[in-house]
């Protein structure tokens, strides 16, 4: 008895947990909607965004809290895969016609800490093996990759590469993508190697989960007042990267090829803007970036982070690629 009263005072007088929250989790059940969207509102004129010509998107809502932050994303035919900032992962195929279906949510198996806070799982890049379907996972509050397996159903390997030990907790790996041929790319957010100029980034020679002291720096120079979010590989091997400014409380994005050439050690690259997405047009916080080929075209598909804020949104376009006319690439620093 003496033993049952004192467990009903700490019920009373300890006060609750007063540590970290719980990370939110997409709860697998809870239905999300799919709303189609206008890149400029009631215009359905084709539209040319510099080199892109607008195909068509759609909102993702749900009223599950946790549902959003989509900052990565990958595409194999009719195929999504969207990876939250949060570790939640949003599967589904998206037809011609813009319907959903085959949805599926679920969450990283691993990862870096407890995966009790944010922090843990924070997943901010990601690439997909196209052979073996393994998945790349970088973390940019440990500058950490980590590998699952295609089904996300486990982690099979990670590593801190020593180059990333120093970038900034909240930077990097922001943008990252594997390599035709074996190797990875990876580019922190905002800050550049010392004495450098625009943002750190890394070339690993073949796995940087097994061979992380492999390769070499260079520095990716965006566009002024612009930060690093998301890169790829377009179909003839050029990289594709995504930049974002948030300036007078609107986002703005713009799209930058680099010739892979042009990156070697110690380099500082600027590439060839080839669109912006701004006001007036619908726009977001931009942070996925996926090319692939459709009709013998090169599709490019964005998705928003809409930061589970609810003045945002978590929006998925589709642009074809459609150079103007070539324009010359920015000078090398």
Not at 115 to 130: A, Q
Request: proline share 8%.
């Amino acid at each position: 008895m003496r033993i049952m009263w004192s467990v009903l005072l700490c019920l009373f007088l300890v006060p609750d947990w007063m540590g970290a929250s719980r990370r939110p989790v997409f709860d697998p059940h809870y239905p999300f909607h799919v709303e189609p969207v206008d890149l400029v509102f009631d215009d359905a004129r084709p539209i040319r965004v510099g080199d892109l010509v607008w195909l068509g998107g759609i909102k993702l809502s749900s009223g599950d809290p946790a549902f959003g932050g989509f900052s990565s994303l990958h595409v194999a035919g009719h195929r999504f895969t969207l990876l939250s900032d949060g570790g939640d992962v949003l599967r589904f195929t998206l037809g011609h016609d813009w319907r959903v279906r085959d949805r599926s949510i679920t969450a990283l198996p691993d990862g870096p800490g407890t995966g009790w806070v944010k922090r843990d799982r924070d997943s901010e890049s990601m690439s997909v093996d196209p052979t073996t379907g393994d998945v790349w996972v970088g973390f940019e509050s440990y500058n950490q990759f980590w590998r699952y397996d295609a089904g996300f159903h486990r982690a099979i390997a990670h590593v801190a590469p020593p180059v990333m030990k120093n970038w900034p907790e909240n930077e990097g790996p922001e943008a990252m993508t594997l390599l035709p041929g074996g190797g990875m790319a990876t580019i922190d957010e905002t800050t550049p190697w010392p004495g450098q100029t625009g943002r750190g980034g890394i070339v690993f020679y073949g796995d940087p989960v097994t061979h992380p002291r492999r390769g070499f720096r260079f520095n990716f120079v965006p566009p002024a007042g612009y930060d690093v979010t998301d890169m790829t590989v377009l179909p003839d091997g050029r990289w594709l990267i995504l930049s974002r400014r948030f300036a007078q409380l609107r986002f703005s994005s713009t799209l930058t090829i680099v010739d892979p050439k042009q990156v070697k050690p110690g380099a500082s690259v600027r590439g060839r803007d080839i669109a912006t997405i701004a006001a007036p047009l619908l726009h977001d916080n931009f942070e996925g970036v996926a090319a692939t080929r459709e009709a013998g075209t090169t599709i490019i598909w964005l998705v928003s982070d809409d930061n589970q804020f609810a003045l945002q949104r978590s929006l998925l376009f589709k642009f074809r690629l459609d150079p103007v006319g070539h324009q010359p690439d920015r000078k090398k620093e």
